[in-house]
């Protein structure tokens, strides 16, 4: 009974962090976008950068399956062939991805 009971305080427990918002701040992330993303991405529907194939549109990756919050995180950190190497601060990748999430259907 003492098992079941601490079980049920220990799942309690965890809902809180289990219902955080995503940290970031999607205006701040759109700053960045249009600062360092927009020379090779269209970072916004109608908005600033190139309309061509060369990099895919934000709305464009934010709207395909396999886009989470870990997998731009994932993606951010991994050094790519044709995107440069910037070296995101926690804060501004973390307003980057909040910015990218919000370009979900």
């Known amino acids: 009974m003492r098992g079941a009971a601490a079980l049920v305080v220990m799942m309690a427990a965890a809902l809180p962090a289990m219902a955080q918002p995503e940290p970031g701040d999607p205006r701040a ?5 249009a600062t360092w ?13 190139p309309a061509n194939d060369v990099a895919p549109a934000f709305r464009s990756i934010a709207q395909m399956a396999s886009t989470t919050s870990m997998s731009l995180r994932v993606f951010l950190q ?3 062939p044709n995107m440069p190497d910037y070296r995101l601060s926690r804060d501004q990748m973390d307003d980057l991805v909040a910015y990218i ?3 979900k259907p």
């Not at 992330?29 to 976008?33: D, T």
């Open 37 to 49: 993303c927009a020379s090779c991405h269209q970072i916004a529907p109608g908005g600033p950068g």
């Open 29 to 33: 992330g759109q700053r960045l976008a």
């Open 78 to 80: 991994t050094p790519h």
């Open 101 to 103: 999430l919000t370009l």
